[in-house]
């Protein structure tokens, strides 16, 4: 797979917050789920796979236990949501609703 973020991918996810982390994976996903209403199943799998590559780093980045643990099982949900057969029976609203909290903290702070 390319890389698509090769920026963020070369330090600058890392001096990201963890709420502008996990809000710039939830514009992908999204995204991913937008494309995915309109049936432009091309666009909703880039954008997933653009979310899972930030989502990848935000794991690979993380000292803290508990967000190892939650951002696996979150990756675990968008997998079987996006490639699998729901077995979590997420929604599109329930998994972009996850990430708005994120987003509403992002733009708080400004």
């Known amino acids: 797979m390319t890389i698509q973020h090769k920026e963020l991918a070369n330090g600058r996810w ?3 917050s963890f709420c502008e982390q996990m809000a ?5 996903i999204e995204r991913s789920v937008n494309w995915r209403t309109k049936n432009n199943t091309e666009y909703s799998q880039k954008a997933f796979y653009r979310a899972l590559e930030l989502l990848e780093l935000t794991i690979s980045f ?4 508990s967000h190892f ?12 949501f996006f490639l699998d057969n729901n077995y ?8 972009k609703k996850f990430f708005y909290h994120f987003a509403f903290a992002v733009r708080s702070k400004t």
């Open 62 to 65: 993380t000292t803290i236990k």
């Open 24 to 28: 710039n994976i939830g514009s992908e």
């Open 88 to 95: 979590f029976n997420s929604t599109n609203d329930s998994i």
């Open 14 to 16: 890392q001096q990201m």
């Open 69 to 80: 643990k939650e951002l696996s099982r979150l990756k675990e949900v968008l997998l079987d």
